[in-house]
């Protein structure tokens, strides 16, 4: 399935699948697949990462905590879809200082451990990288950010205004309040 996912991939890239956008990667989704689309080449180190964390965490039997990561090249990584956590006035939250009708599974704070000890990921507890199973337990969605990354690599860019910051605003050109790129001139404009 993967294989023919892959020859048709950019046609599943379509607004009408539009699911998110961040700082360095757009995401679309098709049935129960995700194809995260690389904005930057920041984007395309966090899909990497993302399936090298994926493929360690099933071999030490914490894959059932992640999206699972099935390919990533320098274009595209595709991952098993999972509904996203809301957010809370517009906000991401750190999801262990609200209680929701998720569920943490068994351990939980375990696998963070490792993934701060042995892959140094960052922004970890933050709401937005989170899914829902069918059981209504969290599942690690976006997990492809190291903190090393974020300082070397993603800071600066940001800065350099190389990658939008995204934030939920009044656009400036359409005037509705939706997700907007800020750029290192802190233009606002639709994310979308």
């Known amino acids: 399935m993967i294989a023919e996912l892959l020859r048709d991939w950019q046609s599943f890239c379509v607004e009408n699948n539009f699911v998110g956008i961040g700082s360095t990667r757009k995401v679309y989704r098709w049935e129960n697949y995700v194809f995260k689309v690389n904005l930057h080449e920041i984007g395309y180190l966090q899909s990497q990462r993302e399936l090298e964390i994926y493929k360690y965490m099933k071999k030490n039997d914490f894959g059932k905590m992640f999206a699972p990561t099935y390919y990533a090249d320098e274009q595209v990584c595709i991952q098993h879809y999972f509904k996203e956590l809301p957010m809370y006035d517009y906000q991401s939250f750190d999801i262990n200082e609200r209680v ?41 969605i976006d997990y492809g950010m190291s903190k090393t990354l974020y300082e070397t690599a993603w800071v600066p860019a940001a800065e350099n205004g190389e990658v939008p910051q995204i934030e939920i605003e009044v656009c400036e050109a359409c005037g509705i309040k939706k997700s907007c790129e800020f750029t290192g001139k802190k233009t606002k404009i639709c994310a979308v």
């Open 100 to 140: 929701g009708f998720w569920d943490f599974p068994n351990q939980f704070e375990e696998c963070l451990e490792l993934l701060d000890t042995k892959f140094d990921v960052f922004d970890i507890r933050d709401s937005s990288n989170y899914g829902l199973n069918n059981k209504n337990e969290l599942v690690l």
